[in-house]
């Protein structure tokens, strides 16, 4: 599909929404001499203030709207034509995005932030309907997220922070996966050296943080996969972490032990003494036959054998995560899934992702069929059965690529809810990373100013140049000196 611009000050979006109903989407930043058979456009005749968009797919009527405006301001111009063009997307392919309008990936930041300023929860709940054209489904999800984030927000500690550390290796790479991950049947020669400069940034980032007088609340150690690292090597991360860091005892440490094929008791036990709190194990379904497709080396009953192992280990804080719409699942399969995870498994969270296809993952290299059409009905059934049996939504979030534009939900027994993600997800904590692909944001509350530090991506990148990096995490200390936090 080709979106026609008059310019390009409503670029980012009006892509974003034609991308919601078109997977592949070129942007022409000027109208056409002839249109082509197939096309999306919008523009502003700002002499007399009239708004127009149009649509039309291959052997079918185009579709327009127009309407005048006495708006001037870019942000509600912007408002307008998303409008005219979303309804325009919706009538030609008869597909109605449940978010709507809404092209940003924190939707419960965004509802909070209405909230803050003066709505009550049900005013913002109507509001994500009429001015953004959610769904009235939606729009009660992202409400109650919201609430449950503002009140997790309370937990935030003045000078807090959390600790990212990235361990990027996994056995294999699942075929939807596009995380910056190398697979240690091809890598493993790069884990000795590469946990070599991780402690060292640690215990520079360490330094930084303790002149700064920041108080470490939580940490999570995510990746790849890293219980892929043997015991020996998970324990030398985890002292690293414990020598360098100031460690309150009631602090959150989560780890992602997310495959199965990675998992021993003896790992768990370095897990368990360095004071690890909450761990992943993660599904991601309970077909064997989707499990295969996907490239995971595992079955439903290994991960039935980690989860007993995991609670003889003596871990209590268990999150599952699922994906709605792989490629081979239905929604008969799917809701099975879920009650094996709700009878059998009974993890304490269960995170459940609508499928996203990104550019770097296999899934996207020249197939048709390659995802389920039920993802829609999966999120819906997760949904109901989760809230059901009393587990709460506290987070959610979007990505671009997703399918049907669907949104990810992190769903929690209370009391049991990962600080971390609601953290990250609803940006009120400064989180500092460690590892190559990871990304520092230091954050200040008052000023609602984010400043982000990358690590170098790749393993061996980060090993290249670990020297330059280090020297740009000084900005870290920069960012807070002239803000005055």
């Known amino acids: ?201 640690m215990e520079f980032t360490s330094e930084l943080v303790h002149s700064l007088d920041l108080k470490l609340q939580t940490v999570y150690i995510g990746g790849g996969t890293p219980t892929v690292l043997n015991a020996e090597e998970l324990k030398r991360v985890t002292d690293a972490i414990r020598d360098n860091f100031e460690w309150p005892l009631d602090n959150e440490y989560s780890v992602e032990a997310g495959r199965p094929d990675t998992i021993t008791m003896e790992k768990f036990h370095v897990l368990k003494d360095a004071g690890v709190t909450r761990i992943s194990i993660n599904p991601q379904t309970g077909n064997d036959d989707v499990l295969r497709r996907v490239g995971r080396r595992h079955t439903a009953a290994d991960i039935e054998a980690c989860y007993r192992m995991a609670r003889e280990a003596g871990f209590d804080n268990i999150n599952a995560d699922f994906i709605a719409g792989l490629p081979g699942d239905d929604l008969e399969s799917f809701k099975r899934s879920m009650t094996w995870a709700l009878e059998v498994l009974k993890p304490e969270n269960i995170t459940v992702h609508a499928l996203t296809l990104k550019r770097a993952s296999r899934l996207r290299e020249g197939q048709d069929e390659i995802f389920s059409p039920d993802a829609s009905a999966m999120v819906d059934h997760a949904e109901e059965v989760l809230t059901e049996a009393d587990y709460r939504p506290y987070y959610c979030y979007r990505q671009k690529g997703t399918v049907d534009s669907l949104e990810n939900t992190g769903y929690a027994k209370p009391g049991t809810e990962c600080l971390y993600n609601l953290f990250i997800m609803d940006e009120v904590q400064s989180i500092i990373a460690c590892g190559a692909g990871a990304v520092t944001k230091v954050l200040d509350p008052k000023k609602n100013l984010i400043e982000r530090v990358f690590d170098l991506k790749y393993p061996q990148e980060y090993l290249d140049r670990f020297d330059e990096m280090l020297e740009r995490k000084g900005m870290i200390k920069e960012f807070y000196i002239k803000n005055g936090i």
């Open 1 to 201: 599909m080709i979106l026609y611009l008059q310019n390009d000050e409503y670029h980012y979006e009006l892509e974003n929404i034609t991308r919601m109903f078109y997977w592949r989407v070129e942007v022409a930043k000027e109208l056409p001499a002839q249109w082509p058979e197939e096309f999306s456009c919008a523009w502003h005749s700002p002499e007399d203030g009239i708004l127009r968009a149009a649509v039309k797919e291959e052997g079918k009527d185009p579709v327009s709207r127009e309407t005048k405006t006495e708006k001037t301001e870019k942000k509600e111009i912007e408002h307008e034509l998303s409008v005219l063009l979303f309804e325009c997307l919706s009538e030609v392919t008869g597909k109605r995005p449940p978010f709507g309008i809404m092209t940003g990936v924190r939707p419960a930041k965004y509802t909070a932030n209405l909230i803050s300023s003066g709505m009550s929860p049900e005013e913002a709940e109507r509001y994500l309907q009429e001015h953004a054209l959610v769904s009235e489904k939606k729009a009660r999800l992202v409400r109650m997220t919201a609430q449950a984030g503002m009140k997790l927000g309370e937990k935030v500690r003045d000078r807090g922070y959390s600790l990212y550390v990235s361990i990027p290796f996994c056995p294999s790479r699942c075929s939807y996966c596009s995380f910056v991950s190398k697979s240690t049947e091809k890598e493993r020669k790069l884990i000795t050296p590469y946990l070599d400069a991780l402690c060292r940034e």
